[in-house]
């Protein structure tokens, strides 16, 4: 392996010689400016817009902050609670510039299976990562594909594309949470009627 006295003695020979050459190149050549480049401008020079024009780029560019504010700090996701079918929780999100939907809320200690269809031919949406479970699976275009797992452990848990561009939640509540919420509706609906 080079040590980096060899490479660093090759860098500035490489400099000086490209130095030398490109002087010599440079006293050679004789060029004279035309003479509309050579009266330095003194000022600059305005450009008259219409007001009509000034007012269209205002509003657009207000609007389109506006739209920038409502994306990143007031849409929120949509979330979907898994519905179990044969003791498996089961949610089908589709893959079409994101994933819809992006929250998804399941049981803990329950098995899961996620239902991905791809409809996005692009190249960051053809594969899903579950980092966390350990999960990487590619994504066939028009194709449904399951990937099942078990969380143990309640919490908030990521899944990406294959770029970490585009990002989803599943939200795993613990078992007793969501026991109690199952016997509150029927009370719920109990009270309404009497």
């Not at 000034?54 to 609670?81: C, D, H, R, Y």
Request: hydrophobic share 40%; proline share 6%.
């Amino acid at each position: 392996m080079l040590s980096c006295k060899v490479i660093l003695r090759s860098i500035v020979s490489l400099g000086l010689l490209f130095g030398v050459a490109s002087g010599t190149a440079v006293a050679d050549m004789t060029h004279e400016m035309p003479a509309s480049e050579k009266s330095p401008r003194t000022q600059f020079q305005p450009i008259e817009q219409p007001l009509a024009i000034k007012g269209a780029v205002t509003v657009g560019g207000l609007a389109l902050i506006g739209l920038e504010l409502w994306w990143f700090l007031l849409s929120k996701p949509k979330s979907q609670t898994a519905q179990a079918y044969h003791g498996i929780q089961e949610v089908s999100i589709t893959v079409d510039g994101g994933y819809e939907p992006s929250r998804v809320v399941v049981n803990a200690k329950q098995p899961v299976r996620l239902n991905f269809l791809r409809r996005d031919s692009s190249n960051c949406l053809a594969k899903i990562k579950l980092p966390d479970f350990h999960i990487a699976q590619d994504l066939p275009l028009n194709k449904v594909t399951a990937i099942e797992f078990t969380p143990d452990n309640p919490g908030t848990y990521s899944f990406t594309c294959g770029m970490n561009m585009f990002r989803g939640v599943i939200e795993v509540q613990s078992a007793d949470l969501s026991e109690e919420r199952q016997m509150a509706a029927p009370m719920k609906k109990f009270d309404r009627q009497g």
